[in-house]
């Protein structure tokens, strides 16, 4: 069995925390893919689709579409230890599935380090987003199943779509 502490990254020898030195790393093209999903009461979700995703604060999917890219541009300052990034592309993708609100973030980038992180703060930021623009329909909104879908490039591909879903 492996150690636990032997595979952080982000901390040193003494266990205090440090950003990881990729300078040595040499730029290939990355790509993650992350997923939110924002879950309506029923009767909200009728509303909403009913009114064309307009609640008086706005265009709630385009507003969010917008809240995602800044988000995913912003990690390095909202997560500790995040490389800023200089991002190639951010595509927020928001659909509805019934009640459910799915908010897929895509972000590429040619770098030494993966876009993961942003990839899951676009997503994240874009359903706190619907969220504030929903809440005074609702505080039963839930923001759930905030994941990792694909990442390229690096060590190691991921995708997790490929594996059973709950």
Do not use: W
Not at 4 to 27: E, Y
Not at 87 to 96: Q, V, Y
Not at 144 to 153: M, N, P, Q, S, V
């Amino acid at each position: 069995m492996t150690d636990p502490q032997t595979m952080l990254s982000h901390v040193d020898d003494a266990n205090q925390p440090r950003m990881v030195d990729v300078g040595a790393k040499p730029p290939t093209q990355r790509t993650s893919q992350a997923r939110a999903r924002v879950t309506f009461p029923a009767e909200v979700a009728a509303a909403l689709h009913a009114a064309g995703y307009v609640t008086p604060k706005g265009a709630v999917l385009t507003v969010a579409n917008i809240a995602g890219v800044m988000g995913a541009k912003a990690t390095s300052q909202l997560i500790p230890l995040c490389h800023a990034l200089s991002l190639d592309r951010c595509e927020i993708a928001i659909h509805m599935e019934g009640a459910d609100a799915l908010i897929v973030c895509t972000v590429s980038c040619r770098g030494s380090t993966g876009v993961e992180m942003e990839a899951l703060t676009g997503a994240s930021i874009a359903a706190l987003t619907i969220y504030d623009m929903c809440k005074a329909m609702s505080h039963a909104i839930v923001i759930a199943e905030i994941r990792l879908l694909k990442k390229t490039g690096g060590k190691r591909d991921i995708d997790t779509t490929v594996q059973a879903q709950p």
